[in-house]
């Protein structure tokens, strides 16, 4: 697992740990010394910790114009044991929230379980969003199954094309475009 990087090529067009805004301003990364794990196995030291013994993200990109975030997640999503929806809602979105964020876009490619409990943060972040929403993209199809048989798709899109983005070729803002026309075809 360490040697799962998080996407890197959009770095020259945002950086969370050099954004005033960002949860993760002045973070500081090494190149080398692995010191997160999950589950004993380390992984790579560019993803940031939120709370989370399991699951950590890292903000790829965040326009505060247009109102959108693109986070990428790798880990466990046990919100059974450890209640990982709360330190994401918590220490990520609500921050984000705060500066004019209310559309996030969620890779789940390295999101290898997930196991649901309550669902009164997911309604929580939902609802704070108003006209905004939560797209999950690329989920492993066993993760976006247990997801489903939580009930959580009422408030998070997933599924479809959704899980077949292509978005490493995208620039952020096509991303934003593709995803949030998937959404605005759902809601017609």
């Not at 984000?96 to 649901?116: C, P, Q, S």
């Not at 292509?166 to 809601?187: D, G």
Request: hydrophobic share 40%; charged share 20%.
């Amino acid at each position: 697992m360490h040697t799962i990087e998080p996407f890197y090529a959009w770095r020259n067009l945002y950086d969370a740990s050099t954004d005033p805004r960002s949860p993760f301003f002045g973070a500081t990364y090494s190149e080398t010394l692995c010191i997160n794990s999950v589950y004993n196995y380390f992984i790579h030291p560019q993803w940031d910790e939120f709370g989370s013994a399991t699951l950590y993200a890292k903000i790829l990109y965040a326009d505060y114009n247009i109102g959108f975030c693109v986070i990428e997640l790798l880990g466990e999503w046990n919100d059974l044991l450890y209640n990982d929806i709360m330190f994401l809602k918590r220490n990520i979105a609500e921050i984000m929230i705060e500066k004019g964020i209310n559309r996030f876009i969620l890779i789940g490619e390295n999101v290898l379980n997930f196991h649901a409990d309550d669902d009164s943060y997911y309604q929580e972040w939902f609802d704070e969003v108003e006209d905004g929403w939560i797209a999950l993209i690329n989920f492993r199809p066993h993760v976006t199954t247990e997801i489903q048989r939580g009930r959580l798709d009422y408030y998070l899109a997933l599924g479809g094309k959704l899980d077949e983005v292509n978005w490493r070729t995208l620039s952020p803002k096509q991303l934003f475009e593709l995803v949030h026309a998937q959404i605005t075809r759902r809601l017609h």
